[in-house]
């Protein structure tokens, strides 16, 4: 059994994902009818729903979207954390249609300008208000903001915090710090787990090979261990660089035998409580 712990579904004509570029061949609408053919031939068999926009009317959408669809076994949804009513929109969420499927949530910190948003009091409140609903928080940084994550994740023990796309390591230019220093500070928190996702887009698409994403690969999984890391595919967006099976069977031949089951598998079960 594989899980795929991170993809996103859109449709420009329901609204815009402004951060698509114009020329970019993900200027498209991507559905889970395009999903579900590429991830069955693959042998995934379960999926975590990611948000892509800070809008709230697409976390009730996902939702609905998994109780309708056997892939999707769980959803990150996006919520306003900075708001006082937190708590009751959180109760409000999973009290619709597959209420039950959330998991998570997140917001795009990587395009906030204060790197130090996450440790902001009215972030706090919410994340302590996600820790209280038992769910789990996904990280979307940049490497410069992964300092700040280390402070959250400290401030909140009792939150699960997921690192997404490794924490945006400089990939195509082949340094590993301070990203590096960064990550492991990240790791060395028990409430931190990472996600083996985003790599090739981070790469030089002109000259990527398997080998230049170990170096990543091995210093996540030497810093959390394959317990704590999990697979994601990052699909649509891998696929302005290479195609669903070769994210997958890329992140395969970065883990060792004997981590797969936990990579694929049983981590993002126990995190997510899929």
């Given amino acids: 059994m594989t899980i795929d712990a991170h993809h996103h579904v859109w449709d420009l004509s329901v609204r815009d994902q402004d951060w698509i570029p114009d020329d970019s061949p993900l200027r498209r609408g991507f559905g889970l009818a395009d999903l579900e053919p590429e991830a069955h031939a693959a042998g995934v068999t379960r999926t975590v729903l990611v948000q892509t926009i800070t809008v709230p009317e697409e976390t009730p959408e996902f939702l609905a979207l998994a109780d309708a669809h056997d892939l999707i076994a769980g959803v990150v949804g996006w919520t306003d954390l900075t708001r006082p009513g937190v708590a009751d929109e959180l109760a409000r969420l999973r009290e619709l249609t597959g209420g039950s499927y959330l998991k998570g949530i997140r917001h795009q910190v990587q395009g906030e300008p204060d790197p130090r948003w996450l440790l902001r009091p009215d972030v706090g409140r919410g994340l302590s ?70 790599m090739v887009t981070e790469a030089d698409p002109a000259s990527r090979t398997v080998e230049d994403l170990r170096p990543y690969a091995d210093t996540v999984l030497d810093a959390f261990g394959p317990d704590r890391l999990m697979f994601g595919s990052d699909w649509p967006v891998c696929t302005a660089v290479a195609t669903y099976g070769e994210v997958l069977d890329a992140a395969t031949r970065l883990i060792a035998p004997a981590d797969r089951t936990a990579v694929f598998e049983t981590t993002a079960t126990r995190v997510y409580g899929l």
Avoid: M
Avoid at 176 to 192: H, I, S
């Fill in 129 to 198: 208000a996600l820790a209280d609903a038992g769910l789990v928080y996904d990280l979307i940084v940049q490497a410069h903001q992964l300092p700040a994550a280390v402070r959250a994740a400290e401030s909140h023990p009792h939150l699960t915090f997921v690192l997404d796309h490794l924490g945006k390591p400089p990939i195509a230019s082949g340094g590993l710090e301070p990203w590096a220093t960064a990550v492991r500070a990240l790791a060395a928190l028990p409430n931190t787990v990472c996600k083996l996702s985003g």
